[in-house]
Structures are given as C-alpha cells and as structure tokens.
C-alpha cells in the first residue's frame, strides 16, 4: 500500500494550506486515517485523526481550532486544513492509516 501526500509547501505565518493524502487502488473504509508531523531534531508527533466513517475528529492540543481533518468523497482520500499557521507548525507531515505510512511532505511556515 502506497500512501500519497501533496499540498506541502512555503507560506508566511498567517497563512493557509491544504494536504492531501491518497492511496491509489486502496481504500481504507474500515481504518482510522490521520496525520503525524516531525520537525528537524524532533520526534515524530501527532497531529490529528479521523474515525473509519469520519464521524469522529481528534487533534493535539497546539493545532486544535486551526486545523481540520476530513475524509474525501473518494475513500482513501484526507485532508488536513491548516489554517492560520504558525512558525512551529513547520515540519515534514506523514500520512498514516494502519500500519502504513507515506513519504512526507514539508511545510515550512515563516515569520
């Protein structure tokens, strides 16, 4: 299984950004899907999940009322809303569901 993420990229504080994450020829209809980030010299962390039916949201504390998660209309899609974004926000940010994960991708929020 081959997760995808997309949507990364440079924005001043402030700012906005969407992921994405898929998997092509999969789809996750029983699994709970979410987000991790991991900044330089840091482990990797938690950011947010989302039930199997998307009917349940959970997100770490720093990006609660900034951040949301949500499944797409095609099943094996997510998405995390990343709005008024911060300098610590920066990190690579992983895709997960099961015991899979994607590649990263970086978001670099600066001041």
């Known amino acids: 299984v081959h997760l995808v993420e997309s949507g990364g990229g440079s924005v001043q504080a402030g700012g906005s950004l969407r992921l994405s994450c898929s998997a092509p020829g999969y789809t996750f209809n029983d699994y709970a899907m979410a987000w991790f980030r991991q900044a330089p010299g840091k482990d990797r962390e938690f950011v947010a999940a989302?039930?199997?039916?998307?009917?349940?949201?959970f997100y770490v504390d720093s990006v609660k009322g900034r951040f949301t998660i949500s499944r797409g209309n095609i099943k094996n899609t997510i998405y995390l809303q990343m709005n008024s974004l911060k300098s610590e926000d920066t990190a690579v940010y992983y895709c997960?569901?099961?015991?899979?994960w994607g590649q990263g991708t970086q978001v670099t929020v600066s001041s």
């Open positions: 997960n569901t099961a015991q899979y």
């Open positions: 989302i039930s199997f039916d998307g009917s349940s949201t």
